[in-house]
């Protein structure tokens, strides 16, 4: 694992997934996916994204950062071709994962399918009644 200091903001490239901003004991720091490199205007709007969590306090703050960000069509698409080329980083769309022995949660995923189970289920509720 390769280390940059990006700024004040300590950079962890990782080989799997997106990104993620994470706030351990031992500081601040952005873990990204060492392959968005190739992919200079992905890779921007991704450390953008992540800058963003890392300045938001607050639980529904930083799931409404995710929400707003699926309406950036052009990035939509420009991660997805991204995961076909690389499908390890499509465990940025689990919504749980085992790391370090301790389970990790992406919120957002978790609301994310809630909802489209939600919406499915209303969907199919009305044509079946
Ligand atoms: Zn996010």
Known sequence: MIELTHKTMKIKEINHSIAYFNETNTGKYIEINKHLKKYPKLYAKVMLHESKHASTEGFWPNILIDIKDMFDIHKQLMLFAFM???PSSIRSLIPFFFENKRVSVNW??????????????????????
Not at 112 to 125: A, K, Q, T
Request: charge should be positive; charged fraction near 10%.
């Open 84 to 86: 076909l080329k690389h």
């Open 108 to 129: 957002f995923m978790l609301y994310f399918m809630l909802f489209m189970f939600l919406v499915s289920f209303v969907i199919v509720y009305n044509i079946w009644r």
